[in-house]
C-alpha cells in the first residue's frame, strides 16, 4: 500500500512556475509508475503527467507537453511535478497518484491517490 501526500500548490500568475512535490510512503513506492492528474469543479479528472518506476520513461498530455517536467526520486519516496509557462487553463486541483501496475494514462489503473493540491493561475 501506498500514502501520498501533495504539497507546493498555490497561486501564480500566468507565465509563472511551481512545483508540485508528492510524499510518498510504502514499500510499493520505489516499483510503482507514478501519474499526475488534475481536475477542475464538473469536469472528470484529466491526466497530466506519468513516470516509470524507473523514471526512463515519461508521458505526457499534448496541453503540458513542453512546459511540465515530471521527475522521481526513489530514495527519498518522491515525485515532482515541474510546472513552467503556466496558463489560465492550468487551474485544477492536482493529484498524484500511483499504479503498481505500470505506466499509464488512465485514472481508473491507479490505486492510490493523494488528496491534492490547488493550482490557481491568475491573469
Known amino acids: 500500500q501506498v500514502q501520498l501526500v501533495e504539497s507546493g500548490g498555490g497561486l501564480v500568475q500566468a507565465g509563472g512556475s511551481l512545483r508540485l512535490s508528492c510524499a510518498a510512503s510504502g514499500r510499493t513506492f520505489s516499483s510503482s509508475a507514478m501519474g499526475w492528474f488534475r481536475q477542475t469543479p464538473g469536469e472528470d479528472r484529466e491526466f497530466v503527467a506519468t513516470i516509470s518506476w524507473s523514471g526512463v520513461n515519461t508521458n505526457y498530455a499534448d496541453s503540458v507537453k513542453g512546459r511540465f517536467t515530471i521527475s522521481r526520486d526513489n530514495a527519498k519516496n518522491t515525485v515532482h511535478l515541474q510546472m513552467n509557462s503556466l496558463k489560465l487553463e492550468d487551474t485544477a486541483v492536482y493529484y498524484c497518484?500511483?499504479?503498481?501496475?505500470?505506466?499509464?494514462?488512465?485514472?481508473?489503473?491507479?490505486?492510490?491517490w493523494g488528496q491534492g493540491t490547488q493550482v490557481t493561475v491568475s491573469s
Open positions: 497518484a500511483a499504479n503498481p501496475w505500470g505506466v499509464s494514462r488512465r485514472f481508473g489503473e491507479y490505486a492510490y
